[in-house]
């Protein structure tokens, strides 16, 4: 049975950036950043509006091809409510197709705020497992997606052996004296357009060294930052991705020259350090800012934050 949602009810979601693979940890391991998306639904009598501002204004459909709108309707679904019309504005912050989880975001608040509008009917929200899973099966792969859910650093993973394949995540607890230092280019790049340069297998030495890696690199974020510059390091996709992307490529091999663990940010092309010190070398962050890079060190995000309420008239 379909509840069906009255009109007047609001709610919201904030939902964090995030950056995947860190290095080794191809598709399963990510990181929440405290740079955040805001997603305010209305419900209405009829209709859909969609209105975007900050990140992404003007670019993007504001239609039912929406992400987000297509992330609402999916969790409308999942919560069996519907809803006659929506009004969907979305605050955005997080850059778009540069490598720090915009989709995932906008997928995971989109489901988020389903959760708003749910507890206003008594309806049981759209638990965390359910948040991953769902987000998942949009992005493909659960390393942003559980990251945007749950917040810090993530270890993601697929079980094929179900159908649909399911997706899951645990939370890590980040090392408190490793700090983050996003290098985000105006240049854009697609997930998709990097996936088709990366091989459709790997020697046998080549996911070892990986294997080994990704292990380390739990060890590194969690208890040894010291290791974290060998944990970071990737034969799998960085090496390949990097001609497509020559500057971020460039940036990241200076980085790690400096001694700092830095590596792509998802598919790139931003770039991410990780470092146990409170600063970047000076000539490092003069570099990036040089050649188009905008350098700051964020905190780790949170998971996502929804809230309800009943709408204001005007």
């Known amino acids: 049975m379909v509840t069906e949602l009255p009109a007047g009810l609001m709610a919201s979601a904030l939902v964090a950036a995030s950056s995947a693979n860190l290095g080794p940890g191809f598709d399963c391991i990510g990181l929440a950043l405290s740079l955040y998306d805001e ?24 239609g039912s091809s929406h992400l987000v709108v297509r992330a609402i309707e ?51 929200p759209l638990s965390e497992a359910q948040l991953i899973q769902l987000s998942s099966e ?73 294997v080994s890696r990704a292990a380390l690199l739990v060890v590194a974020l969690t208890e040894r930052p010291d290791l974290l510059m060998v944990a970071t ?31 792509l940010s998802g598919a790139g092309p931003a770039v991410i350090a990780l470092s146990t010190e409170p600063e970047l070398p000076s000539e490092a962050v003069e570099y990036g800012t040089a050649n188009g890079f905008t350098v700051s060190e964020m905190a780790v995000g949170d998971g996502v934050r929804w809230s309800s309420g009943v709408a204001v008239p005007g």
């Open 74 to 124: 999916r969790g409308l679904q999942a919560s069996g409510i519907s809803a006659p019309g929506l009004a969907v504005r979305c605050r955005n912050a997080i850059p778009h197709c540069r490598g720090v989880g915009s989709s995932a975001a906008a997928v995971v608040g989109g489901l988020a705020v389903v959760n708003g509008l749910a507890a206003q009917v008594d309806s049981m």
């Open 39 to 62: 997603i305010v639904v209305e419900t209405t009598e009829s209709g859909l509006t969609v209105e975007v501002e900050g990140e992404g204004a003007g670019q993007v459909p504001l």
């Open 233 to 263: 390091e990737d034969v799998l996709h960085q090496p390949q991705r990097a001609p497509a992307m020559p500057a971020s490529a460039e940036y990241l091999r200076l980085l790690r020259r400096y001694n700092i663990a830095a590596v």
């Open 138 to 210: 949009f992005e493909g792969h659960p390393d942003n997606a559980a990251a945007a859910v749950l917040g810090g650093a993530v270890v993601s993973w697929i079980d094929h052996g179900c159908d649909p394949p399911r997706y899951a995540a645990v939370r890590l607890r980040l090392h408190p004296d490793i700090h983050l230092f996003p290098a985000i280019p105006e240049e854009q790049s697609l997930t998709a357009e990097t996936r088709v340069l990366l091989p459709a297998q790997v020697s046998h030495g080549d996911a070892r060294f990986n």
